[in-house]
């Protein structure tokens, strides 16, 4: 319908151009929105008002010319203006009923749409650095980051999902070390943990798998690991200094193949856990993106030859930095270190260069504490002569979790963040993709899981689910007293859903295409979850006040197309968010 009431307007347009009443030159954006209250109309445009300026004419005077000069439609009952120029339209209801065959005929295909064909974008999201277990507020970035991909995909782009693997670079070394100290403890060593090491209980069963496989092969006293190392924080030291000593003391002890090897099963260990975590979410990947690959390719080395091409670039106390103070930004960044290693940040620009050189537009789900790198790899990119505004970020806020009216204080055995595992045992990967997308991203997150395990209409996913399960229940009532749905002979009795309800129902229905499209568009998949539970509310009310197995078979095949419509939308929308729509509550 919008479709329809967008062209009868471009045809009265061109009509008027066509009498010299508007410039030939105009070619307006028509834009059709849903009417907020119904006696404003089914359907509204501001076209009017949009040509008023360029037209050098007043917006109601041009949508009065634009009214008169519209084509006739049969479905248009009657077209009115409304406040300083909006065109209002009043639809034949019957016409409102065509939705419900069109969503029979395409199923789980409905509201999805091709307007996008043709262009491809990557989104990358999660990519934890593989040191521990995924958190909660992983969590929120996953259903964010995977609804996200979903919505692109149902709008007609080539989605190509990523995580980014940081397996190369500092923090591993951190991780490597911790493990092979753990692995020394298990041979009999007594070891004054660093501070600034990783301290979960997982580091020691890497340990335990490593003291294993190899037996006492890594083993060395704990007097030959310590020689010469800065003192520890505790002591006085500092404590980047003295786990950077280690990481340099477990290098030169073990060699280069023996440090691998245990470098290796730490992150074969927490890539797999954090692979899994994520499987069991529901989130899935086309890739698993390696930090290593770009230096092993020399994508890193090419990407800071083209910085140092364009004069972005200079030497300062034996580092290499990138002047991004040029863009915008606090200070410069180093590029290189003094001692010839490249930073994060070099991993950074390199990795987005190569994936617009692999033809994807770019989407980035990070954290909200990420805010101030964005404008700095924007920047780097800009001077590698890339476009930036191909690379968007979307920024999500940690959710806090609450039970009993209380923050909840459950965690992992290092004692230190809530894990995604726990969340998921606690609640049901359903509740918290749902609940995760409840709100904008960028807003933050109060997560109550009293509220996300209650079996009542207080909790937002039971109330969906359950209107979908209630319709299954209509349909094997209706088997159970041995009659028969007929989807044909309801669509021939459309006519007969006049009830406020059901015009009610139907309208909802009308709306899924552009709520899914907005949603899309905009990045928030909270625009879908509301619209799913107004369905839904839609629906109960609906179910509350009238009966569909009744005795006119006409109006009960009627109203039976309506609920299984009404299901089939719910079922599409839950599968966008990456939850299931349960048959039985």
């Not at 339209?89 to 939705?99: D, E, G, K, R, T």
């Not at 692109?152 to 999902?161: E, F, K, N, P, S």
């Not at 698993?288 to 092993?296: A, I, P, T, Y």
């Not at 994060?344 to 617009?356: C, E, G, K, P, V």
């Amino acid at each position: 319908m919008k479709t329809r009431l967008a062209s009868l307007l471009q045809q009265a347009i061109l009509s008027l151009q066509t009498q010299g009443e508007l410039p030939e030159e105009l070619t307006p954006t028509i834009k059709i929105e849903h009417t907020r209250d119904p006696s404003h109309g089914d359907y509204a445009s501001n076209v009017a008002m949009m040509l008023a300026k360029p037209a050098k004419k007043n917006p109601r005077q041009i949508a009065q010319a634009i009214i008169n000069s519209l084509p006739e439609d049969s479905d248009v009952l009657s077209v009115d203006i409304a406040g300083p120029g909006f065109i209002n339209f009043f639809i034949n209801p019957l016409s409102q009923h065509a939705v419900i065959k069109q969503i029979l005929e395409q199923g789980s295909r409905f509201g999805t749409s091709n307007i996008a064909k043709g262009k491809k974008v990557q989104v990358e999201f999660v990519s934890a650095n593989p040191t521990g277990p995924l958190h909660v507020g992983h969590g929120r970035g996953a259903a964010y980051g995977a609804t996200v991909a979903n919505l692109l995909t149902a709008i007609g782009y080539d989605v190509h999902r990523e995580y980014y693997v940081n397996d190369a670079g500092r923090q591993m070394d951190i991780l490597a070390t911790s493990v092979w100290l753990r692995y020394l403890e298990l041979c009999g060593e007594s070891i004054p943990f660093p501070s600034n090491g990783y301290k979960g209980g997982y580091i020691a069963e890497i340990a335990t798998l490593i003291k294993q496989s190899h037996g006492p092969t890594f083993n060395m006293p704990v007097s030959d690991v310590f020689l010469d190392i800065p003192a520890d924080e505790p002591d006085g030291g500092d404590k980047e200094k003295h786990i950077d000593g280690l990481i340099a003391r477990a290098k030169e002890s073990l060699g280069d193949k023996n440090y691998r090897i245990i470098f290796d099963a730490a992150l074969i260990s927490i890539l797999g856990d954090i692979r899994q975590d994520l499987e069991d979410f529901g989130v899935h990947y086309d890739d698993w993106f390696s930090e290593r690959s770009l230096m092993d390719k020399g994508a890193i080395d090419r990407a800071i030859e083209k910085l140092k091409a364009s004069g972005y670039m200079y030497q300062k106390e034996g580092a290499w930095w990138f002047k991004s103070t040029e863009f915008g930004d606090e200070k410069d960044r180093v590029v290189i270190r003094d001692n010839g290693l490249t930073t994060y940040f070099a991993s950074d620009i390199a990795y987005h260069l190569h994936t617009l050189e692999r033809g994807y537009d770019i989407i980035d789900v990070w954290g909200s504490d990420h805010h101030g790198y964005v404008p700095r790899v924007k920047a780097a990119l800009q001077a590698m002569g890339a476009d930036p505004e191909r690379m968007k970020v979307l920024l999500v806020q940690f959710a806090v979790l609450y039970k009993g009216g209380e923050k909840m204080q459950m965690s992992t055995r290092s004692g230190q963040f809530v894990t995604l595992r726990e969340l998921r045992d606690e609640i049901g990967a359903d509740a918290a993709r749902y609940f995760y997308v409840m709100r904008k991203a960028e807003q933050h997150m109060d997560f109550d899981l009293d509220l996300a395990t209650s079996q009542s209409n207080e909790n937002p996913l039971y109330y969906v689910q359950y209107a979908h399960a209630r319709v299954c229940s209509v349909m094997r009532l209706l088997t159970e007293k041995g009659l028969n749905y007929s989807a044909q002979e309801g669509l021939k009795h459309l006519d007969q859903l006049a009830q406020t309800h059901e015009t009610n129902l139907i309208d909802t229905l009308n709306r899924y295409p552009e709520k899914l499209t907005q949603a899309a568009q905009q990045y928030e998949p909270h625009q879908l979850n509301h619209y799913l539970r107004e369905l839904s509310t839609q629906f109960h009310s609906y179910y509350n006040s009238h009966k569909f197995i009744v005795d006119d078979v006409a109006l009960m095949q009627a109203r039976l197309v309506l609920i299984n419509a009404t299901k089939q939308v719910l079922a599409n929308g839950l599968q966008l968010l990456g939850v299931n729509a349960p048959e039985s509550m």
